[in-house]
């Protein structure tokens, strides 16, 4: 697929058909929505229906006259991205399902797509969420990363996973729902007025640096104390 959209339809490698992603933060959805899902496919013929590494589910190759009806059928039809944000939110069962869960993966994936999603960004932004230090979520790989301990959430900075993959940078820890929400929001507020047109994250730490991060943003936030310039 290429990047160029109509609203949330992206327009395909064969340059005349379209898909568009359906689902939740972290991959959740009910079986109401798998069966509309199934019915909207069946009804219009959609020649591919693929599960997502962003945990959701892409309905692709859809021509562009279908596109509108397709889109009700669905339930976005009125749903338009103002521009580059965040992609989505990926995250593991957590505390909901898994037995080495220590942390609510699920619930914190939703918040954060629910405080963020609509936000414009000077790139698009991915996000995954690990409930424990076993990371299914691959915190390191995402612009934002979270990873739950028996002490709270660690939070992880610039990551990617593209053609010059990077480990994201450790930035926080020891963190609240709450207070994991909050250094986020600071985070992306700082990458929001002073990261380039198209910079991703990634690129955006290499070219600044972390201590300038830690100089701006990390001295700056009342619950995270910074000793030897090492969040913890």
């Not at 992206?10 to 019915?39: H, K, M, N």
């Not at 939110?89 to 405080?115: F, H, N, S, Y």
Request: glycine share 16%.
């Amino acid at each position: 697929m290429t990047d160029q959209t109509i609203g949330d339809a992206v327009l395909q490698r064969d340059g005349r058909s379209y898909g568009l992603v359906v689902g939740g933060a972290g991959g959740v959805v009910t079986p109401d929505e798998l069966e509309r899902v199934a019915r909207v496919g069946r009804e219009h013929g959609v020649p591919l229906i693929k599960l997502t590494r962003g945990q959701r589910i892409a309905l692709l190759g859809i021509p562009a006259d279908d596109l509108p009806a397709v889109a009700r059928a669905l339930g976005v039809d009125d749903r338009r991205l103002a521009g580059p944000c965040l992609k989505y939110v990926a995250a593991c069962p957590g505390t909901a399902a898994c037995k080495w869960g220590m942390q609510d993966a699920i619930g914190l994936a939703g918040a954060l797509e629910a405080r963020f999603g609509a936000r414009p960004l000077p790139s698009k932004l991915k996000m995954g969420v690990s409930g424990c230090i076993r990371n299914c979520g691959t915190c390191f790989a995402y612009d934002l990363g979270f990873m739950g301990t028996g002490r709270g959430w660690m939070v992880f900075l610039g990551g990617n996973g593209g053609r010059h993959p990077r480990n994201a940078d450790l930035v926080g820890a020891n963190l609240s729902d709450g207070q994991a929400l909050d250094l986020a929001g600071r985070l992306l507020d700082y990458y929001a007025a002073n990261a380039r047109p198209k910079e991703r994250t990634a690129r955006f730490i290499e070219r600044i640096g972390l201590g300038a991060v830690r100089d701006d943003v990390l001295r700056f936030v009342p619950y995270l104390p910074i000793e030897d310039g090492t969040p913890g």
